[in-house]
């Protein structure tokens, strides 16, 4: 059986590295490769890291400093082109202030998040509900 693989990292403007690794290790704990990424990274490195690892079932992301929805406006471009094929999934700190506006989140998703994580236990529930329902990819034909 194929080990399951993510691809992890912090938005861009975001230098938070703590939840990030600690992320990491409890997936890795519990038999995830995880191609981490780390701190301050753009869309484009998440859609090449994509283009590195087709076998990833998911691309998370992080963010502390509530700056997100600046950092992820080329993800529907990225999905759109095709260089994300797997779901987004976003957790954090994802607006700025004390007031959470529920309306941010809705922003995200119209970004192209198609997930949000309010708490990292959570996490490998939410991608093994998303490994459940995402379609089979169809086998390639042999070519005689």
């Known amino acids: 059986m194929q080990q399951r693989k993510i691809i992890l990292g912090v938005a861009a403007s975001d230098a938070h590295a703590v939840a990030n690794h600690l992320i990491a ?15 301050c990274t753009p869309v484009e490195e998440f859609a090449e890291a994509c283009r590195e690892h087709p076998d990833a079932e998911a691309v998370v992301i992080g963010s502390l400093n509530g700056h997100i929805h600046e950092d992820l406006r080329d993800l529907a471009a990225a999905k759109a082109e095709g260089a994300i094929r797997c779901p987004v999934i976003v957790g954090g700190n994802l607006s700025v202030g004390s007031k959470k506006d529920p309306a941010a989140l809705e922003r995200l998703y119209r970004l192209g ?8 236990a959570a996490l490998p529930a939410v991608l093994d509900e998303l490994r459940a329902t995402r379609p089979v990819a169809e086998p390639l034909l042999a070519v005689s």
């Open 25 to 39: 290790h409890a997936l890795r704990g519990i038999g995830y490769t995880v191609v981490n990424l780390g701190t």
């Open 113 to 120: 998040v198609d997930r949000i994580v309010n708490d990292p």
